[in-house]
């Protein structure tokens, strides 16, 4: 197979996946020159039914496969990239990932592109001849024309309209009927309209000060000479106009710009100069300037300021991991080390060590962060030591940030990204090093299509670019630790913070002694209210932690007892005061809170259970001294809210900061001192086999956030139920206990790591439908696994059985075989769509982080 053809007259065809949900790629022929242009990893335009679509080229070939006959082939459209826009390693990863996680080839690559790579077609109403003489021959306008003559006469004025937009317009609710009956009079036509690409830097006027060498050469146009004979306008050549003097404004445009070191922005150049922008314009009509559009960066990265590298000094554990990771970079040759350290032990500068080192052997260099709230201060650090060398990938960065980082990276004026868990697709080329922080975290794994593991693709890219992978936590995944007894990962530990600093100090309060002594429940114990008054006293801050934001779990009548649910899922709704609303957290419905009961008029409304937003509220009460914020996804929808907030906090005009999770990962403030943890039962009590994992990492991660600087720190947790192992062994900052204890947990329920797990969600807005599918899947998963290969549990409804309108049933595989596993699994997906069930109703996750 020729991948780069230039043999002319030769025929071409191009193997291409689409972006949509359908598993199977599709071969198209390139029609004459584009043949000899096209490249794998291309975008093109291909009809697809009765719509275009974007797709990617992912093999090229001269001849077809004998069951396909020429006439049945149809022709590339357009192709649109002269380069490939999809590297070649990032296009075996996400080959890799279609296979493994179950996804459509097409929806991975989408994943790998900024968005705005897929160009998309859409489908407008044209009025015909035919239509336009209906107007014509029309009698006079009635009181009240239909809908069909409405149509016509809005069509005939605006040529073009999608039928949303006519749906709009002519304000009815579903106007597909009305199209179809003026496409069958042949009145109207339906055709395809291809937008346009954002992938387009964004460009600004720039001006520049002409030399006497251009001016002498500048000749000025004569105005266009209008009239029939003259067509399209002549030009024709003038002497240049006798030299005027300048006026005082556009003197100071030209010293301005003699001053600059290159071409000014417009905008700042009449901002330095105090003038308008005709002076500029008339400036360039004298042919004493140059303006013209340039390419401007969108720089994520412009508000933080960089300060000087810090210099510091690896203690003997610190060197020796960094010892360990550059063999293997000098080696050149794949390896999966994990970092094990306690929290504060200098992991990141391991990391930067690390980095620095790689990019010295001219390799460029990946991290991945968990959330996008690490990405403030740590990308001022990485900044720091990498300049500009240095590219931020994630989610939360505009449309066109996001554009320009990439091409930046693919350039390679980017050699080190950081980012989340997408940044795993930057298209960057000969890796030498890539960091996966805080590699146990959940927020790695996608909950949507394509449902892949940051983590893991992380190591298969690895692998293919023979790189180096750091896989850092203070509590790894058991499988991640696992493999390390195993020998597949190499293993390096830090035991102390550095430097020499010791862990905090880790308490539990029984909350039942609290009830017994106040005689109700309390949301905060005396004993943590005591060591906040202290903590400030003190001048130190404190991080209080709740994982449930809002300000209530839910409403509750105390008339008639009745809880208010989500209207599309199996959950009650969450109180939010500051907008008095009640609010689904899985689909975002939401309602005003009720004054009165909806079922019985009854004025006794109670709000059960504490949010973020109520624990806040009540601190402040307690505290009026002190300055409190909040950090949960409702106080960071605004754009920079969680880079204010944390740089905020570390800069210690925030005394106390309030959370979620988000809280407890990875942060680094040398003045907190006091970590209070209001509430861990309801995360321990969840049905899911990782509770007890999750539970441990989140508390040990989050006391870990205590004592960083030179005071020590104290942790409180407060729990009905400090006997429990996962609690028992936070306290202790045991990892090697709760491993021992959690392990065999694994091994008795033959749970990951000793098996693999395959969660299938069969989802239906008709429960029936939902309900048989999932039945008849299970079934044909049970007679595909006949030889013993898996074991298939279920169906059974999920623990949140409706959710988003639809109802929900899971069937879950379990098996030590992966590829026998997989094969009938795709024996058995094969026959529940045959039975003509809506694939699209069948979600497959491999290697599930959680079975909720």
């Keep these: 197979m020729r991948l780069h053809p230039c043999t002319i007259g030769l025929t071409m065809f191009a193997e291409v996946a689409v972006p949509l949900y359908v598993r199977q790629t599709f071969t198209y022929r390139l029609p004459g020159e584009m043949g000899r242009s096209a490249r794998v990893g291309a975008r093109v335009l291909v009809p697809f039914g009765k719509k275009i679509l974007t797709a990617f080229i992912v093999s090229l070939r001269e001849d077809l496969d004998g069951e396909i006959g020429p006439s049945e082939i149809k022709d590339v459209e357009e192709l649109l990239d002269e380069s490939p826009l999809v590297t070649r390693e990032v296009l075996d990863l996400t080959r890799w990932m279609s296979d493994y996680y179950y996804a459509p080839w097409g929806e991975c690559i989408r994943a790998a592109l900024p968005s705005g790579a897929t160009v998309a077609s859409e489908q407008v109403l044209m009025i015909t001849a035919a239509g336009l003489a209906a107007i014509e021959n029309s009698s006079q306008a009635q009181d009240r024309p239909s809908a069909k003559a409405r149509t016509l006469e809005l069509l005939s004025k605006v040529r073009a309209l999608t039928v949303r937009g006519l749906e709009r317009e002519l304000d009815i609710a579903n106007a597909s009927g009305l199209v179809r009956q003026l496409e069958r009079a042949g009145l109207v036509e339906v055709v395809q309209r291809i937008g346009e690409s954002r992938l387009r830097p964004k460009l600004q006027n720039a001006v520049r000060l002409l030399s006497e060498r251009e001016r002498a050469r500048n000749v000025a146009p004569d105005e266009q000479m209008r009239g029939p004979a003259e067509g399209q306008g002549k030009r024709r050549r003038r002497a240049a106009p006798v030299e005027k003097p300048l006026t005082d404004q556009q003197q100071r445009v030209i010293e301005t710009l003699s001053s600059a070191a290159d071409a000014m ?82 992991k990141t500068e391991i990391y930067i060590r690390a980095i620095r080192d790689a990019i010295g052997r001219g390799l460029t260099a990946l991290m991945l962060v968990p959330e996008i709230s690490l990405t403030p201060i740590l990308s001022r650090r990485l900044r720091s030591h990498f300049g500009d060398a240095l590219a931020i990938l994630h989610s939360s960065l505009s449309e066109g940030e996001r554009l320009d980082e990439w091409r930046r990276i693919k350039a390679g004026d980017a050699r080190v990204v950081i980012g989340t868990r997408s940044a795993v697709f930057a298209p960057l080329e000969n890796i030498g090093v890539i960091v996966v922080d805080e590699e146990h975290d959940t927020s790695y794994k996608q909950d949507e299509t394509p449902r892949y593991s940051g983590r893991d693709s992380a190591i298969v890219r690895a692998v293919e670019a023979r790189a180096v992978v750091i896989l850092g936590s203070a509590t790894p995944s058991l499988e991640s630790f696992h493999n390390s007894r195993s020998g597949k990962y190499s293993y390096v530990r830090l035991n102390k913070r550095y430097p020499d600093r010791p862990l905090a100090a880790v308490e539990t309060i029984d909350m039942r002694e609290v009830f017994k002594r106040h005689g109700k429940q309390q949301t905060l114990s005396d004993e943590l ?101 909040r950090l949960d996804r409702d106080t960071t929808r605004r754009r920079g809210s969680f880079e204010s907030i944390l740089l905020e ?10 959370g979620t999770q988000m809280i407890a990962k990875g942060h680094d403030f040398h003045n907190v001192t006091l970590v209070g943890v209001v509430s861990v039962d309801v995360g321990l009590s969840l049905p899911d086999f990782r509770a007890s994992e999750r539970t441990f990492q989140l508390l040990t991660q989050v006391a870990g956030r205590a004592g960083r600087g030179e005071r020590p720190g104290h942790v409180l947790i407060q729990t009905y139920h400090p006997q429990h192992y996962a609690l028992e062994c936070a306290r202790k900052q045991d990892y090697d206990e709760f491993y021992r204890r959690e392990i065999e947990f694994r091994r008795t329920m033959h749970y990951p790591p000793y098996s693999a797990l395959i969660n299938i969600l069969v989802h239906d807005k008709d429960y029936d439908k939902a309900n048989k599918a999932a039945a008849e899947l299970a079934r044909e998963l049970r007679e595909a696994s006949r030889d013993g290969v898996a074991r298939v549990l279920g169906p059974a409804p999920a623990p949140i059985g409706r959710l988003k309108g639809e109802h929900r049933f899971q069937v879950l595989i379990k098996t030590q075989n992966r590829k026998r596993a997989r094969e009938a699994l795709d024996l058995a997906m094969d026959r529940v769509i045959a039975a003509k069930h809506n694939p699209r109703s069948i979600s497959v996750e491999v290697d599930p982080v959680s079975l909720m």
Aim: hydrophobic share 40%; with cysteine; glycine share 8%.
């Design 649 to 658: 906090f570390e800069a210690g005009t925030i005394d106390m900061l309030v």
């Design 265 to 346: 922005a417009l905008g700042d150049l009449i901002e330095a100069a105090q003038v308008t922008a005709s002076v500029v314009r008339t400036l360039e009509k004298r042919g004493l300037v140059e303006v013209f559009p340039r390419e401007v960066r969108r720089d994520p990265l412009a508000s933080i300021k960089a300060s000087p590298a810090d210099q510091i000094t690896l203690n003997d554990e610190q060197q020796h991991a960094l010892g360990a990771i550059t063999a293997k970079l000098e080696a050149r040759e794949y390896a999966t080390l994990l970092l094990h350290g306690v929290t504060g032990s200098g």
């Design 529 to 629: 209210k005591a060591a906040i008054g202290e903590t400030h006293a003190r001048g130190e801050q404190s991080m209080i932690l709740l994982n449930r934001r809002g300000f209530s779990s839910f409403l509750l009548c105390r008339s008639c007892g009745l809880a208010v649910h989500c209207p599309n899922c199996d959950v009650t709704l969450t109180y939010h005061k500051y907008n008095s609303s009640l609010l689904c957290h899985y689909c975002n419905y939401i309602r005003p809170a009720p004054r009165a009961c909806d079922a019985c008029d009854g004025p006794y409304i109670h709000y059960v259970g504490e949010g973020t937003e109520q624990l806040e509220a009540r601190l402040k009460e307690l505290y009026p001294a002190l300055n409190i914020a």
